[in-house]
Each structure stands twice: as structure tokens, then as C-alpha cells.
């Protein structure tokens, strides 16, 4: 389920700058198609790749995808950086002042809550734009615990020492990869400016190829510099897109193989080659369902839906990961209610919110049924996970010390690990 | 002469063991007031942003506001605990842990 939305923002993010690059614009024709074609066509596109990463890839092949677009993004997000510093000459204040400027939004740019928290002459939207505020807020750090195609590539790293020195770097590279975002957002406000990317783009998907753009003009010989500059950002950003979502493939296609194939139709008697032929076929089967899903989805900022996927993974993977590292008593049936519970609770609520009815942004503007009144579930769908994980264990009866006991063993020493 | 211990109960008998509780000690004792404070100290963040707009649009120098401060220290923040922890692990952790997992694979007499 995760995985699902994930796919659907990364492959919506992907039709957008195709159509970018294209130099499709609503209106125009390219090869017979419209934009709107032309976003379909590459929708599709991409998800017929990562298929074939994946059945012919496997874990390795994705590895190194995931290591060649890392090495390209920071290339790629560094240069941009420079650049738009350079143009700003290494001044952080001015660029700020020219981003509020150019943004259309004035000073208030710079000010938290021009999207959430926003406050307004009614009491109670006030609060709730507050609560909304909060509860991305706490979906985003709790939900990148539990991210699927994060989860798995802890799988990949021999021991509990190599992995603390793999997350360091991590959290190194990312850091200044997101230092790196920021002065790309406030420069692709400041430059190509608030209006030119809403109108390549409602939702705002595509403004950093088209800072680049803007960037390869000004500095490396006018409009040729310019489309240079622009396609090895959208090159790279597709890079990416291909391997997030090959990842996240894997991840989901595995589980069924693993979880679902094996154990559960097969009761454990799979063989490996059964399991690993089972894992092919449903990364065809997930790919495709992206891929249908994707397509209705075009309309949709992703960002919105990369926050629905942190906020099921914060509410259905987390509670249950904690409790099985820290609670002696948790068992099968906590897992499965705390995995449900959360998952259920986010979706749920979601289809109740303004996001999808009753707003003139919503999926379905013109009909209402909403109730729930925030657009991120998190506050009240994590403590829902955390809470039937906590009913379903002590409900069952099943208790299983030996298994804690080895997996606190196992977790805590490093025993078993290669 | 003893006989051979089943996996299972190999596995219980190092969780009771002296050493492993004071390994679990060691590294509850870090973790759980760690996540806290980073959970508090990000929580003071998004709250701040929330509720007290006046605060985190101050501005320090030229345009640059409290709030823009607070979110680069987020990022100071979670890389000095993520440093600090791999160092405690290293020098107080891994230690015992090696010594445990050790014994388990070679039994001492």
C-alpha cells in the first residue's frame, strides 16, 4: 500500500517532466500528442522500465541504479546550487529577498504557514489548519521509519557496525542533498519566478528543471546552454524517479513472494526458485497497477501524495516494528491488528478528508462527503496503529518467549548476521 | 558432561544472562531519552512554526528568519546524535556484544 502511493507520486512527477522537457505546454501538439497524451505515453513508459529493472535486475541491479543516480543527483543538485549562489553572489538574504519578491506571495513567502497553519478570521479553520500543520509534521519524521524501500536495504548491510557507519553517511549525503533543495526552491522562486512554474505545471512538480533551464541560459551561452542544462537536470531527476520506484518494486514484489506466496499459499513450502519466479511476476503485476493507477492520478501535486504514503507508513509499519523490538509480549495477531489498524485508519480517513471532496483542490471538486477536516491523517491514524497493535496483542493469548528471545539476541549482539 | 542446548534455549539463556541485561541497560539507556529529546526538540519546531508566527518570522540578518535558523539546526541536530550514537556504540556497546555473540558461537567449557 505504501509502496503503491509512493509509485503513483514518483510516476506523476515523471509525466510532468517529460512534458517539461517536450516543451509540451497545455494547448500545444508534439508528435501528434498533447500534453496531456504525452504525460500518459511516459506514465507508462516508466513504469515499463522498472519492470524490466526489476525481473532482470533483482536486488543488485537496483542497488546499482541507486548508487549511479545518487552520484548523478548530487552532481547534478551541487552544480545547480552553485550556480543560483553564484548569481546571488554567495549572499543568502538577497536570494530570500529576491525569492519573496519574484514568488507573487511577498514577504509572507518567507514566513512559515502560507500553506498550513494559516490563520484566518474563523476560529475553528484556524485550529484545524494548525492540527494539519502538526500532523504532517509528525508523519514525515515518524513515517521515514518505515518506509518500505528504506526498510529493505537494511537487509543489505552485513553487520550492526557496517550499518551505523552506512546511516551516517546517509544522513550526510541527504543532509546537505536537502540544503541543497532549499536554496534550489528558493532559487527557482527567485528566478524563473511563482508564475512560470504554476503555468508549465499547476501543482508545482517541475520547478527544478525549469530552474535549470533558467540557470543554463543566464550562465553557459543563452538558449542552447540553456536546454543542455535542463536536460541533464531532467535526465538525472529521471534517473531518480527510475530508481525510487525500482526500488520500491522490489520491496513490495518480495513481500508478496516472501510473506504472502511462500508462507502463506505455500505454508513455507516454496522452493527459492518458486519464490524468486512469484517475486517477478508480481513486480509485473504491481508495476502495471501503478502504472493504471498513475494515469489518474496526473492532476494530483505529489507531494500531497508522497505525505500520504510517510503517514500509512508512520501509522501501519512503525507501531509494529517498534513494538516487535521492544515488547517482550507482542505477537502475530498484535502485528497484524497494528499493521491494519494504522493503514485502515490512514486511508480512511484521507477519503473523509478535503483532499479528496468538498474543496476546490480536491479529487472530486464538485461532490462532498468529507468530514474528517484535516489533509494529513497522521495525528490521529498513528496513534490509532499504535494502539490496536497494543489491543491485538493483549487480546491473543499466543505468547512466544523463545522467538523474542532470539530476535533480541539477534538484534542486540548481531548474532547469526554474515 | 552436558547436553548439546537446543537453539531456542541457547537464545533464552544468554537473554537472562547478567551480561546481556546490562547490555539492553546500556543501550535502553541511551536510546529511549535520545529519541525523546530529538522528539521534543522537533516537536518545539513544528509547534513553534504553528503557534508562535510572530517569533519565527523574526528576522536576524537581512532576510533570513528564526524559522530558517531553526530548520538548518534540525539538520545540525540529527547529525550530531546519529555521529554521537555510533561513537557510543563503538566504544560501549559493541564490546559486549562481540563478547556475547562470541560465546555463543563457541560455548565455554
Known amino acids: 500500500m505504501v509502496s503503491i502511493f509512493y509509485l503513483i507520486a514518483q510516476m506523476v512527477g515523471a509525466g510532468a517532466l517529460v512534458s517539461l522537457l517536450l516543451g509540451i505546454k497545455p494547448g500545444t501538439t508534439f508528435l ?38 545518487a552520484f548523478l543527483l548530487m552532481t547534478g543538485a551541487l552544480v545547480m546550487t552553485l550556480l543560483v549562489l553564484a548569481h546571488y553572489k554567495f549572499n543568502l538574504s538577497t536570494l530570500l529577498g529576491d525569492a519573496a519578491q519574484q514568488s507573487g506571495k511577498g514577504e509572507a513567502f518567507l514566513q512559515p504557514g502560507l500553506r498550513y497553519g494559516v490563520e484566518t ?33 537494511f537487509y543489505t548491510v552485513p553487520t550492526a557496525r557496517v550499518a ?62 540553456g536546454s543542455v542544462l535542463l536536460a541533464i537536470i531532467a535526465a538525472v531527476a529521471f534517473a531518480t524517479i527510475l530508481a525510487v520506484v525500482a526500488g520500491l518494486t522490489l520491496a513490495s514484489s518480495s513481500s508478496v513472494a516472501h ?11 516454496a522452493g527459492e526458485r518458486d519464490e524468486v519466479r512469484v517475486a517477478r511476476i508480481s513486480a509485473f503485476v504491481i508495476g502495471a497497477v501503478a502504472i493504471v493507477l ?22 501501519a509499519n512503525l507501531p509494529a516494528i517498534l513494538y516487535s523490538l521492544f515488547w517482550r509480549r507482542f505477537n502475530t495477531a498484535g502485528a497484524l491488528w497494528s499493521i491494519y489498524g494504522g493503514l485502515i485508519a ?19 471538486p464538485d461532490s462532498d462527503w468529507h468530514w474528517f477536516p484535516l489533509s494529513n491523517p497522521g495525528i490521529i491514524s498513528i496513534p490509532i496503529g499504535f494502539l490496536c497493535g497494543w489491543i491485538g496483542t493483549v487480546t491473543s493469548k499466543e505468547t512466544d518467549a523463545d522467538k523474542y528471545a532470539e530476535l533480541e539476541v539477534r538484534s542486540l549482539t548481531g548474532h547469526g548476521a554474515h | ?33 535520545m529519541t525523546v529529546a530529538f522528539f521534543l526538540w522537533y516537536a518545539l519546531y513544528v509547534l513553534l512554526s504553528a503557534y508562535a508566527r510572530g517569533f519565527m518570522s523574526a528576522k536576524i540578518v537581512g532576510h533570513i528568519n528564526v524559522a530558517l535558523l531553526f530548520g538548518l539546526l534540525q539538520f545540525v541536530s540529527t547529525f550530531l546524535i546519529a555521529w554521537y550514537y555510533s561513537r557510543y556504540a563503538a566504544k560501549e556497546l559493541d564490546p559486549i556484544a562481540d563478547k556475547i555473540n562470541a560465546d555463543l558461537k563457541e560455548p565455554r567449557s
Do not use: C
Open chain 2, 1 to 33: 558432561m552436558t547436553t548439546e542446548a537446543t537453539p531456542s534455549e541457547k537464545y533464552l539463556e544468554v537473554q537472562r544472562s547478567e551480561e546481556f541485561a546490562g547490555l539492553r541497560r546500556k543501550l535502553r539507556n541511551f536510546v529511549f531519552p
Open chain 1, 121 to 153: 478570521a474563523s476560529a475553528s479553520a484556524t485550529f484545524y489548519s494548525k492540527m494539519d500543520l502538526l500532523s504532517l509534521g509528525i508523519a514525515l519524521v515518524l513515517g521515514t521509519a518505515g518506509l518500505p524501500h528504506i526498510l529493505t536495504r
Open chain 1, 294 to 315: 498513475s494515469i489518474f492520478a496526473q492532476s494530483l501535486n505529489v507531494a500531497f501524495l508522497v505525505a500520504l504514503a510517510f503517514a500509512v507508513a508512520a501509522s
Open chain 1, 259 to 269: 510473506d504472502f506466496y511462500a508462507s502463506v499459499i505455500k505454508r513455507g513450502q
Open chain 1, 346 to 364: 490512514a486511508v480512511v480517513l484521507v477519503f473523509f478528508s478535503p483532499v479528496v471532496s468538498g474543496s476546490a483542490t480536491a479529487m472530486f
Open chain 1, 164 to 225: 551505523r557507519k552506512s546511516v551516517l553517511w546517509a544522513i550526510g549525503i541527504i543532509g546537505v542533498f536537502y540544503l541543497f533543495t532549499l536554496a534550489l526552491g528558493f532559487g527557482a522562486a527567485a528566478l524563473v519566478g511563482g508564475k512560470a512554474i504554476t503555468a508549465q505545471d499547476k501543482a508545482g512538480n517541475t520547478a527544478a528543471p525549469q530552474l535549470a533551464q533558467a540557470l543554463g541560459i543566464d550562465y553557459l551561452g543563452g538558449d542552447t546552454g
Open chain 1, 32 to 69: 501528434g500528442m498533447d500534453a496531456d497524451t504525452a504525460k500518459v505515453a511516459t506514465i507508462i513508459l516508466v513504469g515499463a522500465l522498472m519492470i524490466v529493472y526489476v525481473v532482470v535486475g533483482g536486488m543488485k541491479g537496483t542497488t546499482y541504479v541507486q548508487i549511479v543516480k
